[in-house]
Protein backbone atom coordinates (compact mmCIF):
# COMPACT_ATOMS: atom_id res chain seq x y z
CA UNK A 1 0.00 0.00 0.00
CA UNK A 2 1.66 3.42 -0.61
CA UNK A 3 0.63 5.79 1.86
CA UNK A 4 -0.56 9.01 1.46
CA UNK A 5 -0.75 12.75 3.24
CA UNK A 6 -3.47 15.16 1.57
CA UNK A 7 -2.59 18.63 2.67
CA UNK A 8 -5.55 21.04 0.92
CA UNK A 9 -7.09 23.56 2.77
CA UNK A 10 -10.59 22.66 0.98
CA UNK A 11 -11.83 19.54 3.28
CA UNK A 12 -14.47 18.90 0.14
CA UNK A 13 -11.00 18.91 -2.36
CA UNK A 14 -9.74 16.36 0.31
CA UNK A 15 -12.88 13.97 0.24
CA UNK A 16 -12.53 14.17 -3.41
CA UNK A 17 -8.54 12.71 -3.33
CA UNK A 18 -9.44 10.58 -0.27
CA UNK A 19 -12.12 8.41 -3.08
CA UNK A 20 -9.68 8.68 -5.90
CA UNK A 21 -6.44 7.47 -3.94
CA UNK A 22 -8.60 3.75 -1.97
CA UNK A 23 -6.99 0.63 -0.49
CA UNK A 24 -8.52 -0.92 -3.52
CA UNK A 25 -5.92 0.52 -6.25
CA UNK A 26 -2.97 0.05 -3.61
CA UNK A 27 -3.51 3.47 -1.48
CA UNK A 28 -3.90 4.71 1.90
CA UNK A 29 -4.68 7.81 2.95
CA UNK A 30 -2.83 8.26 6.44
CA UNK A 31 -3.48 11.78 7.01
CA UNK A 32 -5.08 14.96 6.07
CA UNK A 33 -3.96 18.18 6.73
CA UNK A 34 -5.67 21.93 5.66
CA UNK A 35 -2.21 24.18 5.99
CA UNK A 36 1.45 23.38 5.10
CA UNK A 37 2.53 24.01 8.96
CA UNK A 38 0.32 21.28 10.28
CA UNK A 39 1.63 19.17 7.47
CA UNK A 40 5.45 19.56 8.15
CA UNK A 41 4.79 17.87 11.26
CA UNK A 42 2.09 15.24 9.77
CA UNK A 43 4.96 14.19 7.76
CA UNK A 44 7.05 13.43 10.76
CA UNK A 45 4.42 11.93 12.96
CA UNK A 46 2.66 9.72 10.55
CA UNK A 47 5.83 8.83 7.90
CA UNK A 48 3.60 9.41 4.37
CA UNK A 49 5.38 7.56 1.36
CA UNK A 50 3.90 10.87 -0.73
CA UNK A 51 2.24 13.59 0.19
CA UNK A 52 -0.31 15.33 -2.30
CA UNK A 53 -0.21 19.30 -1.44
CA UNK A 54 -2.65 21.94 -2.41
CA UNK A 55 -0.14 24.97 -3.69
CA UNK A 56 -2.28 27.78 -2.92
CA UNK A 57 -3.30 27.72 1.27
CA UNK A 58 -3.93 30.09 3.85
CA UNK A 59 -0.93 30.33 6.40
CA UNK A 60 1.95 28.38 5.27
CA UNK A 61 1.39 27.48 1.29
CA UNK A 62 2.47 24.53 -0.32
CA UNK A 63 5.85 25.97 -1.70
CA UNK A 64 7.16 26.83 1.60
CA UNK A 65 5.77 23.31 3.10
CA UNK A 66 7.21 21.24 0.48
CA UNK A 67 10.33 23.30 1.70
CA UNK A 68 10.88 22.53 4.32
CA UNK A 69 9.80 18.77 3.91
CA UNK A 70 12.59 18.60 1.52
CA UNK A 71 14.77 19.48 4.53
CA UNK A 72 13.54 16.65 6.72
CA UNK A 73 15.88 13.08 6.36
CA UNK A 74 14.06 10.61 4.57
CA UNK A 75 12.22 13.19 3.18
CA UNK A 76 8.73 11.90 1.18
CA UNK A 77 8.43 13.25 -2.80
CA UNK A 78 5.54 15.73 -2.98
CA UNK A 79 2.84 16.03 -5.58
CA UNK A 80 1.52 19.29 -5.94
CA UNK A 81 -1.78 20.06 -7.03
CA UNK A 82 -1.98 23.68 -9.38
CA UNK A 83 -4.21 24.90 -11.34
CA UNK A 84 -3.57 26.44 -15.14
CA UNK A 85 -3.29 29.94 -13.85
CA UNK A 86 -0.80 29.25 -11.51
CA UNK A 87 2.38 30.21 -13.46
CA UNK A 88 3.97 32.71 -10.55
CA UNK A 89 4.11 29.94 -7.95
CA UNK A 90 5.53 26.95 -10.70
CA UNK A 91 9.34 28.27 -10.53
CA UNK A 92 9.22 28.54 -6.73
CA UNK A 93 7.67 25.48 -6.47
CA UNK A 94 9.79 23.46 -8.59
CA UNK A 95 13.00 24.95 -7.06
CA UNK A 96 11.10 23.78 -3.44
CA UNK A 97 11.92 20.60 -4.44
CA UNK A 98 7.95 19.37 -5.52
CA UNK A 99 8.18 15.73 -7.29
CA UNK A 100 5.55 16.63 -10.04
CA UNK A 101 2.67 18.88 -11.32
CA UNK A 102 -0.79 17.35 -11.59
CA UNK A 103 -3.81 19.83 -12.65
CA UNK A 104 -6.72 19.81 -9.84
CA UNK A 105 -9.10 18.77 -12.82
CA UNK A 106 -6.80 16.21 -14.39
CA UNK A 107 -8.69 12.75 -14.88
CA UNK A 108 -8.47 10.69 -11.81
CA UNK A 109 -6.40 8.07 -13.56
CA UNK A 110 -4.04 10.89 -14.07
CA UNK A 111 -3.88 11.64 -10.52
CA UNK A 112 -3.81 7.82 -9.78
CA UNK A 113 -0.85 7.36 -11.98
CA UNK A 114 1.15 10.36 -10.54
CA UNK A 115 1.00 9.15 -7.39
CA UNK A 116 2.58 5.44 -8.06
CA UNK A 117 5.43 7.40 -10.28
CA UNK A 118 6.42 9.69 -7.40
CA UNK A 119 6.12 7.02 -5.17
CA UNK A 120 8.79 4.98 -6.78
CA UNK A 121 11.17 7.84 -7.08
CA UNK A 122 10.01 9.00 -10.52
CA UNK A 123 8.96 13.18 -11.27
CA UNK A 124 5.52 14.04 -12.73
CA UNK A 125 4.99 16.98 -15.27
CA UNK A 126 1.65 16.93 -16.66
CA UNK A 127 1.49 17.09 -20.18
CA UNK A 128 -0.96 20.13 -20.32
CA UNK A 129 1.73 22.09 -18.15
CA UNK A 130 4.69 21.15 -19.05
CA UNK A 131 5.76 24.15 -20.95
CA UNK A 132 4.46 26.57 -18.68
CA UNK A 133 6.02 24.73 -15.71
CA UNK A 134 9.34 24.75 -17.33
CA UNK A 135 9.34 28.50 -18.97
CA UNK A 136 8.87 29.41 -14.95
CA UNK A 137 11.41 27.49 -13.81
CA UNK A 138 14.01 29.34 -16.50
CA UNK A 139 12.75 33.03 -15.71
CA UNK A 140 12.74 32.35 -11.82
CA UNK A 141 15.94 33.42 -11.74
CA UNK A 142 19.82 32.26 -12.86
CA UNK A 143 20.16 28.63 -12.29
CA UNK A 144 23.67 28.52 -12.23
CA UNK A 145 23.27 24.51 -11.96
CA UNK A 146 22.58 24.56 -15.80
CA UNK A 147 25.76 23.91 -16.79
CA UNK A 148 25.83 22.82 -20.29
CA UNK A 149 29.72 22.45 -21.03
CA UNK A 150 29.57 19.77 -18.13
CA UNK A 151 27.28 17.57 -20.72
CA UNK A 152 30.04 15.94 -22.76
CA UNK A 153 31.14 14.51 -19.21
CA UNK A 154 28.33 12.24 -19.57
CA UNK A 155 28.87 8.48 -20.25
CA UNK A 156 26.82 7.25 -22.88
CA UNK A 157 24.71 5.34 -20.05
CA UNK A 158 24.41 8.65 -17.85
CA UNK A 159 23.12 10.16 -21.01
CA UNK A 160 20.27 7.52 -21.21
CA UNK A 161 19.71 7.74 -17.91
CA UNK A 162 19.45 11.42 -18.18
CA UNK A 163 17.13 11.16 -20.97
CA UNK A 164 15.05 8.85 -19.48
CA UNK A 165 14.76 11.21 -16.12
CA UNK A 166 13.68 13.86 -18.27
CA UNK A 167 10.69 11.23 -19.54
CA UNK A 168 9.75 11.15 -15.82
CA UNK A 169 11.17 7.12 -15.70
CA UNK A 170 11.24 6.20 -11.96
CA UNK A 171 14.29 4.33 -11.07
CA UNK A 172 12.64 0.57 -11.64
CA UNK A 173 11.40 1.39 -15.47
CA UNK A 174 15.27 2.59 -15.82
CA UNK A 175 16.70 -0.34 -14.97
CA UNK A 176 14.56 -2.89 -16.73
CA UNK A 177 14.81 -0.22 -19.91
CA UNK A 178 18.87 -0.26 -19.78
CA UNK A 179 18.71 -4.07 -18.08
CA UNK A 180 21.08 -2.37 -15.54
CA UNK A 181 20.01 -2.87 -11.40
CA UNK A 182 18.21 -0.47 -9.80
CA UNK A 183 21.76 0.10 -7.55
CA UNK A 184 23.26 0.94 -10.56
CA UNK A 185 20.69 3.40 -11.62
CA UNK A 186 21.25 5.23 -8.30
CA UNK A 187 24.99 5.22 -8.30
CA UNK A 188 24.41 6.76 -12.42
CA UNK A 189 21.96 9.07 -11.16
CA UNK A 190 24.34 10.39 -8.69
CA UNK A 191 27.23 11.04 -10.52
CA UNK A 192 24.81 12.73 -13.23
CA UNK A 193 23.59 14.93 -10.16
CA UNK A 194 27.17 15.70 -9.52
CA UNK A 195 28.76 16.33 -12.94
CA UNK A 196 25.94 18.54 -14.19
CA UNK A 197 25.76 20.72 -10.77
CA UNK A 198 21.86 19.57 -10.38
CA UNK A 199 20.44 19.94 -7.17
CA UNK A 200 17.80 17.28 -7.59
CA UNK A 201 15.49 14.80 -10.06
CA UNK A 202 13.56 17.51 -10.69
CA UNK A 203 16.30 20.01 -12.08
CA UNK A 204 17.32 16.84 -14.65
CA UNK A 205 13.57 17.03 -16.01
CA UNK A 206 14.52 20.99 -16.66
CA UNK A 207 18.25 20.13 -17.80
CA UNK A 208 16.80 17.19 -20.03
CA UNK A 209 14.36 20.02 -22.07
CA UNK A 210 16.51 22.72 -22.13
CA UNK A 211 19.39 20.61 -23.79
CA UNK A 212 17.39 18.95 -26.67
CA UNK A 213 17.44 15.39 -24.62
CA UNK A 214 13.78 15.10 -24.91
CA UNK A 215 10.95 16.79 -26.58
CA UNK A 216 7.98 17.83 -24.88
CA UNK A 217 6.07 15.63 -27.39
CA UNK A 218 8.65 12.63 -26.27
Not at 67 to 75: N, P, Q, T, V
Not at 78 to 101: H, K, M, N, P, Q
Request: one cysteine or more; glycine letters at 8%; aromatic letters at 4%.
Amino acid sequence: MIKVLLVDDQPLVRAGLKLILNPEDGFEVVGECADGANAVAAVKALRPMVVIMDVRMKGMDGVEATRRIHELLDAPPVLILTTFDDDEVLSAALRSGVAGFVLKDAPADDLIRATRVVAQGGSWLDPVVTGRVLNAYRSGGPNPTADATKLPLLTTRELDILRLLGRGATNQEIATSLAISEAMVKSDIGRILEKLRLRDRAATIVFAFDHGLVQPSA
